[in-house]
């Protein structure tokens, strides 16, 4: 069972009182704007020290903060289409699945595809380093936005992919359920579709000299510019923050919610997303067209939104 959501003070209360002394502590508020359930999972990296959790499930609107401590390194996605097999009573997830057989991932990572938060906290120059991931696919909408007013000094400023691809995968690309009416529910990276060593920047291939973006990895790029889309796509997608603050992080964000500093000299001039909504038609000759003429209706409506979008969430993200 996830235990109830954490009131914003208690949770500062908590995180002072919960370190020893020098170690500042970070929350991260995870929070479920989805309109269904989501079974978020944490790993931590090598040599850094797991959580009290490593996962649980938020329903739709709801929060949670999790305590983190200095110097801390991982990686956070959200797992999807999860259920409990009941003559084994092994829980499974069809995205996103750490394979534990268990709501906690007792230290198992994302099977792809997957959305990936990542993080190192209090890194070089006391500053958090961080990105969001398409790298190993993508199966939901993710925004990653530094809180308390912290966006001065170093790159610090909201990344993610906060659009939905799964509609407009290229075909070859998608995971498709026995359930989901033939709708695609994650789009899984060129890696681990075909395996090659030109796709997975590995053999001869793994250096950035040699391993350059694909059409596929375009495709990801083209849609969420911040988002890293291949192996050696650090140049516009990884962030830093002075170390010692908070970060909001949402699972499907509205498109309200996307704005964003522009700190990050190498992401300057680059949005979110790409707010011509070209990408949201096919980019690839094998790529899937729109299910219906209400996705056009919806592509407007929603670049109209970003064009002038509100200021909804300028709480959050300052």
């Known amino acids: 069972m996830a235990r109830p959501q954490t009131l914003p003070l208690l949770s500062s209360l908590f995180t002072l009182i919960s370190f020893p002394s020098g170690l500042i502590g970070t929350t991260f508020t995870i929070s479920n704007n989805c309109g269904y359930t989501v079974w978020p999972g944490v790993l931590s990296g090598a040599g850094t020290d797991p959580l009290d959790t490593s996962g649980f499930y938020l329903r739709s609107g709801e929060s949670r903060a999790l305590l983190i401590p200095d110097s801390w390194s991982g990686r956070l996605w959200a797992r999807t289409h999860c259920s409990t097999d009941p003559s084994t009573n092994q829980f499974s997830c069809a995205t996103g699945d750490c394979g534990s057989g268990k709501t906690d991932c007792s230290g198992k990572g994302a099977a792809p595809p997957a959305t990936l938060a990542e993080f190192t906290l209090n890194g070089i120059d006391d500053l958090d380093f961080f990105d969001v991931s398409l790298v190993d696919g993508y199966n939901l909408p993710m925004l990653v936005a530094p809180v308390d007013g912290r966006i001065r000094g170093g790159n610090c400023t909201a990344t993610g992919c906060p659009v939905n691809l799964n509609d407009h995968c290229p075909s070859e690309l998608r995971v498709i359920l026995s359930d989901s009416d033939g709708k695609s529910v994650a789009c899984r990276s060129a890696c681990e579709a075909f395996d090659t060593p030109e796709f997975c920047c590995s053999g001869a291939y793994g250096n950035p000299k040699t391993c350059k973006p694909s059409s596929y990895s375009k495709f990801f790029k083209e849609a969420c510019p911040r988002a890293y889309s291949y192996a050696y796509d650090d140049a516009s997608s990884t962030f830093t923050c002075p170390a010692g603050g908070n970060y909001l ?70």
């Not at 000299?265 to 000759?285: C, E, K, Q, Y």
């Not at 790529?287 to 939104?305: C, E, I, M, Q, T």
């Open 249 to 318: 992080i949402t699972f499907c964000p509205s498109t309200s919610s996307q704005k964003a500093g522009t700190t990050n000299s190498l992401a300057r001039g680059i949005p979110l997303i790409n707010d011509t909504m070209v990408f949201l038609v096919p980019v690839l000759s094998r790529a899937a067209a729109p299910a219906n003429p209400f996705s056009a209706v919806v592509v407007f409506v929603v670049a109209g939104l970003i064009i002038f979008w509100p200021a909804t969430w300028w709480w959050l993200l300052f």
